[in-house]
């Protein structure tokens, strides 16, 4: 379509991500024409000349002029300095926040698509969007959460950062929104896609030109926004960093209400699964871990990073005593042994298919935030058990909503979930929900990443091994299928997994790296990610009480590559003693 002075007269924002995707060249050249002021083509507006260059006070609904979007507030915010961690901190910068295409559901609740956009007095020329997580329903401070970085933030780097409540402003404990269509695909993608075209038209009329590059991080859901982003909306942006991707997580939550069934079928009357699997059960089974694969790569130091020699070399049978009277700590039940072997073999329907991936043996599992999510948090007091539990899979990922009671945290729903019936229900749909919950949640054509590869986009992917929520072994068939696809598919996407961390941190691991300056570097300097090095968080409960160092350091290896102790090492802190290989 050639560029020309007209308007475009769009129903949403969401419909100039479909027309205007691909013309970042084109407006940046009409924007360089113009030092305080814009033609609207792509963009929309409300007719002729749109003034920029505007001071934080005089950005407005009707100063914008963007199709949908309502201003609720604009302010300036002083820098800070004194926050409890450099993350806490952040630069003099413009707060905005409001709404886009606000309105009414079919079952009679206010809907928008919530969003925050943070812009430093002092702009780097680059776009950051933050990842949401969980189910969001809340706005999460647009600073730009570098995940598992000790630095400080995004928006103290220069960045401009957006951040969006997913289409549902109900709160982290009410998943009542999955009983409106538009509300479950504004979640699934459709938030992310609208917020980060008016974003950029935000940006504009703020500095009085588009970002120069545009990145996205998120882990968790987050994650699961960046690879949805990644095949979706390639196009607007130059690089990705999914952490800990749900990508699948419709088929997770089966998972999730399997692994409960599993537990349960260990536990005595009374009992929840924790009760069932005390942290002395996991100590054991971590401990028989240790015992088979923490040699595998050339150093005994309580981390196995020769993952895939482990998982052939560890036998929950044979390597984790059985109980033969009361468990002491050193050894676990045939109850529990039989439950964790089918929860590590993932879900599976009454005729053997499975539903959902496998999950690999590490030590990490004796981890606390392994415990949290996989053993307590599904039953704990709300907002916690929205996505582990019951709700989010009968809310949202049903169709029609079970809507399931969750008086008792769902625990009647899940026990009574089938895989048979209940579960193929991620793929239904019907004349009101048009969308099955595979369709909105997941990243169409997955690994198929043309669109990414087309535009010169980047996308780098990380995982834990022990992460107890989306199985890391989901990510790496992903990953081989990419490359299946694609021989060149190394040129646009990477995988890392990390050793021993639990859902995002956490766990006995090497925790602490920051991701986006090496995409940066491979974005803006050409230079494709090798090795990053780790280095413990000294904080990490898990870290604590193994008393590691915490000058420890470790390599994270492009997968499939692991971290090996190099012959005559001696100085197992150090990341330069390991090569990957």
């Known amino acids: 379509m050639p560029f020309k002075p007209l308007l475009f007269m769009l129903s949403s924002p969401f419909q100039f991500s479909s027309l205007c995707g691909n013309t970042r060249a084109l407006q940046r050249t009409a924007m360089a024409a113009a030092a305080t002021t814009f033609i609207v083509g792509c963009g929309g507006g409300s007719g002729g000349v749109v003034q920029t260059n505007l001071a934080c006070e005089a950005i407005t609904t009707s100063s ?24 806490d901190n952040y630069p003099a910068h413009c707060q905005i ?11 009679g609740k206010p809907y928008a698509i919530g969003y925050e956009v943070r812009l430093p007095a002092s702009w780097n020329g680059k776009f950051f969007f933050q990842g949401g997580g969980g ?22 780097q220069g960045y401009a950062v957006a951040s969006t409540d997913g289409g549902h402003n109900t709160g982290q404990s009410d998943v009542n929104f999955g009983l409106d269509p538009q509300a479950r695909s504004d979640y699934g993608y459709n938030a992310v896609g609208t917020l980060t075209v008016a974003a950029k038209q935000i940006i504009a009329r703020r500095y009085g030109k588009s970002p120069d590059r545009s990145y996205f991080m998120g882990c968790s859901n987050g994650g699961r926004d960046a690879m949805v982003a990644a095949s979706r909306f390639a196009d607007q942006f130059d690089g990705l960093v999914a952490a800990d991707p749900g990508f699948n997580l419709p088929k997770a939550a089966i998972a999730q209400q399997w692994d409960t069934q599993q537990f349960m079928s260990a536990a005595s009357t009374g009992q929840l699964p924790k009760d069932a699997f005390p942290q002395s059960a996991m100590d054991a089974v971590a401990k028989g871990i240790l015992a088979k694969c923490d040699a595998l790569d050339g150093a005994v130091d309580g981390m196995v990073s020769n993952r895939s020699a482990c998982q052939s070399a560890f036998n929950l049978a044979t390597d ?13 039940t045939a109850n529990q042994k039989t439950a964790l072997l089918k929860i590590f073999a993932g879900p599976k329907n009454s005729q053997g298919d499975s539903l959902y991936a496998t999950w690999p043996w590490d030590p990490g599992i004796a981890g606390a935030n392994w415990r949290f999510w996989k053993l307590d948090a599904g039953f704990a007091p709300l907002p916690f058990n929205t996505l582990i539990g019951a709700s989010a899979m009968g809310y949202i990922f ?67 091994t022990a992460d107890p929520v989306f199985s890391p072994n989901d990510t790496i068939a992903w990953y081989n299928a990419v490359n299946a696809a694609d021989s060149q598919a190394p040129n646009y ?48 409960p898990d870290v ?38």
């Open 320 to 332: 984790v005593p059985t109980c033969t009277g009361a468990p002491d700590g050193t050894c676990i």
């Open 398 to 464: 049903t169709t029609p909503a079970d809507a399931p009671s969750l008086a008792d945290s769902g625990m009647g729903y899940q026990m009574g979930f089938s895989m048979d019936t209940d579960a193929p229900k991620i793929f239904a749909k019907n004349a009101v929900f048009k969308e099955s919950a595979m369709d909105f949640m997941t990243p169409p054509n997955a690994t198929q990443l043309t669109s990414l590869k087309s535009h010169g986009g980047k996308l780098i992917v990380y995982h834990g």
């Open 493 to 540: 996407t990477r995988l890392y997994l990390v050793p021993g961390m639990n859902h995002c941190s956490g766990g006995p691991a090497a925790e602490r790296f920051n991701m986006l300056p090496v995409l940066e570097n491979w974005v803006e300097h050409g230079v494709a990610p090798g090795s990053v090095v780790a280095g413990v968080n000294p904080a990490n």
């Open 135 to 156: 189910t969001n329903g809340i706005l999460v401070p647009a600073l730009g959460n570098l995940l598992n970085s000790s630095e400080s933030n995004a928006l103290s």
């Open 64 to 87: 914008l002029a963007i199709p949908g979007l309502k201003v609720a507030s604009a302010i300036n915010v002083a820098a800070k300095t004194d926050g409890a961690t450099a993350g």
């Open 544 to 581: 604590i009480a193994k008393a590691w160092p915490t000058s420890r350091t470790r390599p994270l290896c492009v997968y499939p590559q692991q971290a090996i102790l190099k012959p005559g090492a001696t100085d197992l802190e150090s990341a330069s003693s390991f090569v990957c290989q």
């Open 97 to 107: 926040q409001g709404s886009i295409n606000d309105r009414t559901g079919i079952d």
